[in-house]
């Protein structure tokens, strides 16, 4: 079954720039959707954005457009970079499997099943 | 956005006993194609969040029956028809309509 493994720094400087990779194992990631999630320390969830197999792009506009989100299917990874980061943006980091895509022979459908598979998540801390 | 507001936001629980959850939405979560775009999920502690429902009413492979969503539009209820201890955790409903994905505050479930 698909499984899924976050990676990157732990600890990221104030105004720096956070990268995380997502790899992705188990399963391919063709035909879906990639979310990440994250959660501040004692706080509820936040959705960060998705991207699809073929780099199709949404993101929160909470996040003032310092994200980008990016996919490299040969590798089976996608990836996050938050830029300008503050200690608001330390949190545990989720990467998350989300819409299927369906080919169909007029165009493709989009199959939801939920946030059906999620990675462990990844600690990242805001600090000087 | 569309505000996701649950309550409780703490409910205690005695096992074997049901319990249920409440979340609304701020705009109406039904499609055009007639589903509701409504999930629950549930982080026990240390964990990461796991599905139990999506699409308003449909459990998640692998989740006992004893956990049931229902409703429609703005109001939804996530039921669990008799509680067992693992099932103490933080439940979130979240919306899927519309960008960007909402969630709800969180309920905290523990044992009495």
């Known amino acids: 079954q698909v499984q899924l493994q976050e990676s990157g720094p732990g600890l990221v400087k104030p105004s720096e720039t956070l990268s995380l990779t997502c790899s992705v194992s188990?399963?391919?990631?063709?035909?879906?959707?990639w979310s990440w999630v994250r959660q501040a320390p004692g706080k509820g969830l936040e959705w960060i954005g998705h991207?699809?197999?073929?780099?199709?792009?949404n993101y929160n506009p909470s996040l003032g457009g310092r994200v980008t989100l990016s996919v490299d299917t040969s590798r089976n990874q996608f990836s996050l970079r938050l830029r300008s980061v503050t200690a608001a943006d330390t949190a545990v980091y989720y990467c998350v499997r989300d819409i299927e895509v369906v080919p169909e022979p007029s165009g493709s459908s989009y199959q939801y099943y939920g946030l059906d598979v999620w990675g462990q998540g990844t600690t990242v801390t805001v600090s000087s | 956005d569309i505000v996701m507001s649950q309550s409780p936001l703490s409910l205690p629980v005695i096992p074997g006993e049901p319990a249920s959850i409440s979340c609304r939405s701020s705009q109406s979560l039904l499609h055009s194609n007639g589903f509701n775009y409504l999930d629950w999920y549930l982080q026990k502690p240390g964990q990461s969040p796991q599905l139990l429902i999506y699409?308003?009413?449909t459990r998640a492979s692998g989740v006992p029956d004893r956990f049931s969503g229902s409703g429609s539009g703005t109001d939804f209820t996530l039921k669990i028809s008799r509680v067992e201890a693992e099932d103490v955790g933080v439940y979130y409903c979240m919306q899927t309509v519309q960008i960007p994905r909402t969630f709800g505050q969180g309920t905290k479930v523990e044992i009495k």
């Open positions: 699409l308003g009413s």
């Open positions: 991207i699809s197999y073929s780099g199709s792009v």
């Open positions: 188990g399963g391919s990631m063709s035909n879906y959707y």
